[in-house]
């Protein structure tokens, strides 16, 4: 989720200031429900019908793509495996910006885009978890503050990023994806928000501007662009639903858990091998809990997808610099994180439900808040083990609540993030 106490961002590129968008997409909001506005009324309180998307998106009945092909993951129970049946988990970062109003990866101004690819591996993650937003699918997007010239630090490619500054902000996906592939680096694609940095705005996964039915069809865009590359393993179909998102109601315009199967298996028709990731939504019932990471309701509605193997719940988690949440001043903390990580997520891994992935978790300080930011890091990754798959909020240094594993030079790593880390990382995978 996100905080309501993010900080702005400034990076300096070439001489000039630019604004880099908050929180980056961000981090969590608080607990507590929030009352409905007159844009979570939008123009889609009755979903459409499938069959009315744009056909172009949409395969030939009579060339239905078939399940699997090599490189991609299934579940049974609660584990994740390759094809060829080994154990996997994702372990990874998130690279923000294209949710952003660059349009493209942060950091660019600085790096080389394979660089900042390889060195991702080279500090052992296996997957990079990618926001991006559906303005940058629209006729007239572009990227900017891409430096197509210069030496990249880490590892010396000069000049930097060429022809990039040519590319709209899909083509650069495209191209981010290859040199992923190249770098032996799994993706998982995550719906941040409509709009360019409306992360803090958007509760929902549609608005005034992009209906359910245009968020479906460019989710199936993607899907279908993307098919039968073993590098895009995952999609992550809306960051944080939280607000008035529900679960399981059947409420017109709010109940996420049915957008979530309409969505999924809509992707599932055109794209059978990715994983579907589900994220939770903030309140069910009376219990509030992080932005996106209350899985409660998934007991008595769990998601349905044509291809069962393929779901995958996710929920996000953050310490006291997000939000000074009540269960950290408690005198039983940390101790009693463990029965409140159960109630809201971990019940999915502990009864053999799914795999769970924590698509965001971080931090800035081990002594914030008293030191109490380190001893809740340390407690969630010991929960974790090496059961759960993860991708760590995030590589970039300009997050307003966590920064990132890199400095301000976007190159050197904060070493004792990556040391707390390194006995959690899963292999690469093939």
């Known amino acids: 989720m996100r905080s309501f106490f993010c900080l702005i961002g400034y990076m300096f590129t070439l001489g000039i200031a630019i604004l880099a968008g908050g929180c980056g997409d961000d981090s969590a909001g608080t607990t507590g429900s929030t009352e409905p506005t007159d844009d979570t009324s939008a123009n889609n309180n009755t979903q459409p019908e499938f069959v009315e998307l744009n056909g172009k998106y949409v395969p030939d009945d009579s060339a239905a793509p078939a399940a699997q ?99 709209t902000p899909l083509e650069l996906l495209d191209i981010i ?29 549609y608005t005034d501007d992009v209906s359910e039915t245009k968020w479906v069809e460019d989710w199936r865009l993607l899907a279908a662009r993307y098919y039968g590359n073993a590098t895009v393993v995952a999609v992550d179909l809306n960051n944080e639903p939280h607000g008035n998102a529900t679960w399981g109601t059947a409420m017109e315009g709010t109940d996420w858990h049915g957008a979530a199967e309409r969505c999924g298996n809509a992707i599932l028709q055109v794209n059978p091998d990715v994983l579907i990731i589900v994220e939770g939504v903030e309140q069910v019932g009376l219990d509030s809990y992080w932005w996106g990471g209350n899985l ?85 990754l010991s929960y974790m083990g090496n059961t759960y798959s993860w991708t760590f909020w995030c590589l970039n240094p300009n997050s307003g609540d966590t920064q990132g594993i890199l400095q301000d030079d976007w190159v050197t790593p904060h070493q004792w993030k990556l040391d707390t880390l390194s006995p959690y990382l899963a292999p690469m995978l093939e």
């Open 69 to 167: 092909q090599s490189g991609f993951l299934h579940a049974e129970g609660n584990q994740l495996y390759t094809d060829s049946g080994s154990p996997a988990r994702l372990t990874g970062v998130n690279w923000f910006g294209f949710e952003t109003g660059n349009l493209s990866p942060h950091g660019l101004w600085s790096r080389d885009y394979r660089s900042v690819l390889h060195q991702i591996a080279d500090m052992g993650f296996n997957t990079v978890r990618i926001p991006w937003c559906n303005a940058m699918l629209t006729d007239d997007a572009h990227t900017v503050s891409i430096n197509t010239d210069g030496v990249d630090p880490y590892d010396g490619t000069s000049p930097m990023n060429v022809g990039l500054d040519e590319k």
């Open 177 to 205: 994806i290859d040199a992923a592939s190249e770098a032996g680096l799994k993706v998982i694609l995550d719906n941040h928000s409509r709009r360019p940095d409306g992360y803090m705005e958007e509760k929902l996964w």
């Open 296 to 380: 409660m309701g998934v007991t008595a509605n769990p998601i349905e997808l044509s291809h069962p193997d393929k779901l995958v719940y996710s929920a996000h988690e953050y310490g006291p610099e997000v939000f000074v949440q009540p269960w950290f001043q408690t005198t039983t903390f940390p101790e009693n994180m463990t029965d409140i990580w159960n109630k809201h997520f971990g019940f999915v891994v502990r009864d053999a439900i799914s795999p769970l992935f924590i698509g965001e978790f971080g931090i800035r300080d081990r002594e914030s808040a008293n030191g109490i930011s380190g001893t809740w890091f340390d407690s969630f």
